[in-house]
């Protein structure tokens, strides 16, 4: 299954892309907002969307809203270092930004995409 991994920062994406290529998945990183949109746009067999939520210019959830502003039903995984409160609208999971963030990752996806395998 393709996952779009959206992060300005391109060490996070990337070891993050590792764990989720060893787990079978077919990560691409897009390093912006709008490169992800693009993405998109070209790409319909995206599964899954992970984006870091501070970014310049557009947020993870500012992306989140323009997509399902624009029918996007698939999952949305938003990565952030900081709690998320007061937000209207809420991606599908969220994943804490520290030292264990690429293992947990897996696992959210796995279950998300895979939830027979991730339940065994």
Known sequence: MRVLLVDD???SAELASVFLEMSGYEVIIAESAM???ANLDSD????????????PDITGLDLL???RANG???PFILLSAS???????IPDCWVKKDENM?????????EILN??????
């Open 65 to 67: 809203e323009m997509l």
């Open 35 to 37: 490169t992800a949109l």
């Open 83 to 89: 709690e998320m409160t007061d937000i209207t609208i």
């Open 72 to 74: 996007w039903k698939k």
């Open 9 to 11: 920062d391109l060490f």
């Open 44 to 55: 319909s067999e995206i599964s899954l969307i992970i984006s870091d939520f501070h970014m």
């Open 115 to 120: 939830p027979d395998v991730a339940a065994q």
């Open 102 to 110: 690429a293992e947990r990752l897996v696992a959210v996806v796995n």
